[in-house]
């Protein structure tokens, strides 16, 4: 018989790493709601033009990562590589948000790019972002950095760092590339062949290269900090400053691009050195002529996307999460069987975590199943407990068992605070 393999560079997330996998989930939605931003799901697939055109026809994702095909009325679709171009299109399709002064969402969702897999780098990987719509104004790019450092702060990480930048605007950033195009030309030699290609295609992501020589050379470059218009200066002192009242520690990268096109004035990203070259694990930010060029009206925009698998990278290790169940119940067969369901039946319904085997086996047994489970509670119930009316309980972290009446069996579990 064949035996079946996932496929490369798509994993498998088993319950001894999913706990933690809810624990992230939960804490960046109890953080966004906190910040008022509400949830939005958009599909898996879109028409790959949405990518092309917001994206950008000559980035890496675009270029040589997605996974696009032919549906069967010859339509080209793609399974999305990113969050926001979703969460754009939805906002300009629904009028009901796109006609509100601002709008806040956010979205959990698997992504796809076929890239080469490493540590912290999949082809189908899950994503937490956010997007807020409607204003220019430099507190929502703060707003957005200060939820995720939140986020950051309440997964117990420590040891990272936030980089922050101002890309410009279509104002200053031509004038900026002309001067980074020019410097580069001089040292055309030195460049990799990507890099060579990107020199005419996508200037400002020779900055984001990762080859050593490359790297070098960016040392060197004219940083676009320098040659910011009036009002792209303006807005960055401004976030900066909201920055500091809230104690927000940072450091000022002149060299920080992103890999999108859409991107003007504010860029930002998280990084964990725990991650080695992959060490990115959030980034984002502002995005003010996507919306329009998605056929909506001009808004401003600002957001950044997370990657589970690397935030569960930085926290496997370090942090305890409760993955055990409430009770488990030990029965003799047949009659206590029955009452055993019943009962289980009863807890489930009030919010308790249950299980137990309908084999008849023997309590030795059940006890290493409720062990094994690291089950807080054993349950026992025999016929002589039957004919009683009541059942045992044993907590098993002090030893300590009691008899309880069956008709107590909600409260007594209720005043024990498991839930």
Known sequence: MMKYSRILGMEDIYPDKSAKWDYIIETAKNVSLRYNYRHIITPLLEYTELFKRGIGDETDIVSKEMYTFEDRGGRSLTLRPEGTASVVRAYCENGDYNRLSSCKFFYF????RAEKPQKGRLRQFNQFGIEFFGEDDPYYDFEAVSLMNTITMELKISDYELHINSIGCSECRPEYIKKLKDYYSE??????EECKRRLEKNPLRLLDCKNEKCSILKNNAPKINEHLCSGCG??????KNYMKSAGIKYVENPYLVRGLDYYCKTTFEFISP???SQGTFAGGGRYNTLVEMFGGKPTPAVGFGAGLERLLLIIEDRLEVKNNIDIYIIHSGEQTLQKAVQISEELR???FSVDLEPGRKGFKSQFSKADKWESSYALIIGEEEISQGKCSVKNLSSGIQENIEF???LSYFRNRNLK
């Open 109 to 112: 969702g698997q992504m796809f």
């Open 187 to 192: 040292h055309l030699n030195e460049l990799c």
């Open 234 to 239: 303006n807005h960055h002192e401004v976030f």
């Open 274 to 276: 725990q991650l080695g």
């Open 349 to 351: 319904s009030s919010g």
């Open 407 to 409: 008709s107590s069996i």
